[in-house]
């Protein structure tokens, strides 16, 4: 979905923000602290609930207000969030008010592209996990009431796993019960996902011969428990082992992606620079699959030449073009903005920010 119209109120120091007329390629300059990264950040509240910079709403909401709102508009559809800092929010969808974030967050795929995006390699599995997720979540539609199904049944079970019931007869029945969910339901996700693997891994092939030509890189997936054993039977084997930690150690909760070269893990051996570019692969990888059906994602790339040479720049922009993107560009300066219209071949819009106040610029090539 390609938004038109965006109206950012309160966040930062973003006060009354109103952009028409977006494009394919919007690209956002200023100097440090003008509020450009706010742009991309009030976009990605929307779309997910959640900012990329803080988990604290009170942090992202302006000084002394007591709520932020964004409001988009694309041809078929009018999304709207409004996060209070009591922790409240109102999730509006075609003017109706919806229960859940997942109502936007189907409707408006959005991938984040920062300096910090290289610290999904890096920090343990979780984020990998969330990467791979994000394309279940896109692309296999019964994926995400599994997930939650499976969630519940994780959480009782290792509430019982901490808490173990004076009557060992009822505890083992108890937590048998909740076993026999965590296994069905994953096993169920643990099926979806590789099978959603098997249409992302040839993708993420061709992106990673694009950008990293001279490195060999592969994409498995490390599924949390032993699938030979089966989840059933591997939760019974470790339930001692659980007890002893207070927590379920195997399952489709503890999944994996694993990015190997020749010469070893790719978070040990690639540079800075290479590490991002593997997670532009990734991420382009996931945008084309998204668009095989049909589906548009929003592209935030923020502090666009960080990390990135010239040529993986212009790689970038024109591979984003021909996926039917829309993106968001952060810039410090008019020179990259240049560079940029330079290689765009598709409509652009160019804004000015400077102290929250965002100004629309002329773009020679539109
Ligand atoms: N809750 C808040 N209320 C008001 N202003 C805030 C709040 N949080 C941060 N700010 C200010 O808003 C601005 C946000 O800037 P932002 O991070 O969007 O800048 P940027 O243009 O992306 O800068 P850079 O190029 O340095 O990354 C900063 O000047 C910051 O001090």
Redesign the pocket.
Known sequence: MHLQRLHIERI??LKGVELTQLQPFNIFY?A???????ILEAVHILATGRSFRTNLVK?????SELDGLVYAEATHYRLGLQKFASGEQLIRLNGDTVATQSELAKLLPIQLIDPDTISLLDTGSKPRRQLLDWLMFHVEHEFHGLWLRYQRALKQRNNLLKHPLGDQKLWLQSIQSWEHGLAEYGELIDGLREKVMRQWQPLFEHYRQQLLPQIDITLAYLAGFDREQGLAASLVQHRNKDMDRATTQHGPHRADLRLKTPLGLADEVLSRGQKKLLMVALKLSQIHLLQDLNKETVVLLD?FSAELDDTAQGRLLSTLAGLNSQVFI?T?NGSAVQKMQDVLSVPAAVFE?SN?QVQPQPFSDN
């Open positions: 930062r120091n200023g440090n602290g003008s509020g450009k990264s706010s942090q992202y909401i302006q000084h502090d952060t410090l920010v929250g």
